[in-house]
């Protein structure tokens, strides 16, 4: 039997828990969710959009080890049920994720970004497996509970670990960044991601650069070299006392450089020259941004101290994210196949731009056309229009042949495209829907995206629907 991921005796000490109840030795995990508990599992009552309070007997009927409960809502479960009482759940959360940094040997990563950020996660976590065990973020889990859950899993035993951090204000990355306190930290990218909470794009490199605050004495930042704000974050990274600076990207100067690359369908090669090192190596995943990302991966991995060539032979088997961040499905048609691009989960003009571009890549039939369904990308504030609009003639470059879009955000980018390549134009996605499923034919290649508000999902589950075998679908559905 494997050993516990916290016996429950310092879970108790770290949180300054009071015990009630019949508890266990110990817990192979922790859990927020009901729907995922895994048995024996630690249940975290949070509160976020709902009490996590009112799911605690259906964790512990789902077979949780405990649950973690604020001490007044004692009064809420029976005397002999498992349950360790904090003042706050989140705060006890955190304090275990204080002693789970504490006790660990192994080489922290911290990854931000406007862009990328959990592709990147994704990219480390498999470069990083190969030489050694590596504890990684869940999801998109970067948040002010993500951070400490998963920081609080990290498992005693592994070498690496990688946790993504997020923000959507100033002053949220500092206190995760201190808690996380990271080895390396990388920052893919500043694009003008969340411009409603911020005066400026020099502003949100200022939040990112809050990473800086939590990197250890002898730690180094991995920041991309050809972005425009990259001299920002450099001086604010040495203002910060970062031992050591590392670039990446296409620049002569960067650390982690390009040298040459090949693009192709759903994979890419690259040729980079990695802190001296020359290497080349396959990307099982598609995309120029992928290609730029896999530098600061390979760059972190070397900083880290894990093996080079091990970390670059690991990527050929990099794959999409599932869960709308570009997974690939094959629909089936009268006449044959189409291909779905499910990019609905999140979309920013940087990660429209580069949606786009793989969406001028992939592979259409004989008769097969390139369509790009568009939701809005919200939380661009007063440039919301203006940025919007900037997408027309990145349609155009990337041979996109029809376009349908959903929002008020897209009326003058709508009006800007040429008439052959306007598909249908709606207020809400759900009206765009039909005419979506109405268009689609054998050979054509469709990509779905817009940020999660703008609530373009259903429409991908419509297409997989109407147009994925039974079978199909539930291979996706098990993947997430």
């Not at 995922?36 to 959009?49: N, Q, R």
């Not at 090669?269 to 598609?286: N, S």
């Not at 670059?312 to 997974?327: C, D, I, Q």
């Not at 349908?404 to 249908?424: H, I, K, N, T, V």
Request: glycine share 10%.
């Amino acid at each position: 039997m494997s050993a516990p991921l916290w016996t429950v005796d310092a879970m108790a000490k770290a949180m300054g828990a009071v015990r009630h109840g019949a508890l266990p030795a110990g817990v192979p995990g922790l859990s927020i969710d009901t729907r995922t508990i895994v048995p024996g599992e630690a249940f975290f009552a949070l509160k976020d959009a709902r009490d996590g309070h009112d799911f605690v007997e259906a964790a512990l009927k789902a077979g949780g080890g405990l649950a973690v409960v604020a001490a007044d809502k004692i009064g809420m479960f029976p005397k002999d049920a498992p349950l360790l009482a904090v003042a706050d759940v989140l705060e006890g959360l955190t304090a275990l994720a204080c002693a789970a940094r504490a006790r660990s040997a192994a080489k922290f990563i911290g990854v931000t970004g406007s862009v990328g950020k959990t592709g990147t996660k994704e990219a480390l976590r498999l470069a990083l497996s190969a030489d050694g065990a590596t504890h990684a973020s869940a999801a998109s889990y970067n948040n002010h509970w993500g951070v400490p859950l998963s920081l609080a899993r990290c498992p005693e035993s592994a070498r690496y670990a990688v946790l993504e951090v997020g923000m959507n204000h100033a002053g949220e990355i500092a206190p995760l960044t201190r808690l996380v306190r990271p080895h390396v930290a990388i920052i893919t990218t500043v694009e003008p991601v969340h411009l409603e909470f911020f005066p400026s794009v020099e502003a949100i490199a200022d939040a990112k650069a809050e990473i800086f605050q939590g990197i250890e004495p002898s730690g180094a930042a991995v920041l991309n070299r050809d972005n425009p704000h990259f001299a920002r974050l450099q001086k604010q990274a040495k203002a910060a006392g970062v031992a050591r600076i590392v670039t990446f990207g296409e620049s002569a100067k960067a650390d982690a450089r390009l040298l040459k690359f090949a693009l192709q369908a759903d994979s890419s090669t690259a040729q980079a020259r990695i802190l001296g090192a020359d290497v080349a190596y396959k990307l099982g995943a598609p995309g120029r941004h992928v290609v730029l990302n896999s530098l600061a991966v390979l760059a972190a991995a070397s900083l880290a101290g894990a093996d080079l060539a091990l970390a670059a032979l690991a990527l050929a088997n990099l794959a999409p994210p599932s869960g709308g961040r570009g997974e690939r499905i094959a629909l089936e048609l009268p006449g044959g196949e189409a291909l779905l691009i499910d990019e609905s989960y999140n979309a920013n003009p940087a990660s429209m731009r580069a949606a786009l571009a793989l969406l001028g890549q992939a592979p259409v039939g004989p008769r097969g056309r390139r369509i790009a369904v568009l939701g809005e990308m919200l939380e661009l504030g007063a440039q919301g229009a203006e940025l919007h609009r900037g997408l027309a003639g990145l349609v155009v470059d990337n041979s996109v042949d029809l376009v349908f879009c959903a929002g008020p955000l897209y009326r003058d980018f709508w009006e800007a495209l040429p008439s052959e390549r306007r598909g249908g134009y709606a207020v809400t996605s759900a009206a765009l829907e039909a005419d979506v499923l109405g268009a689609l034919r054998a050979g054509d290649a469709v990509m779905v995206k817009g940020s999660l508000g703008s609530k373009m999902g259903p429409i991908v589950k419509a297409l997989t629907r109407q147009f994925v075998s039974q079978g199909a679908r539930a291979a996706v559905s098990a993947q997430g």
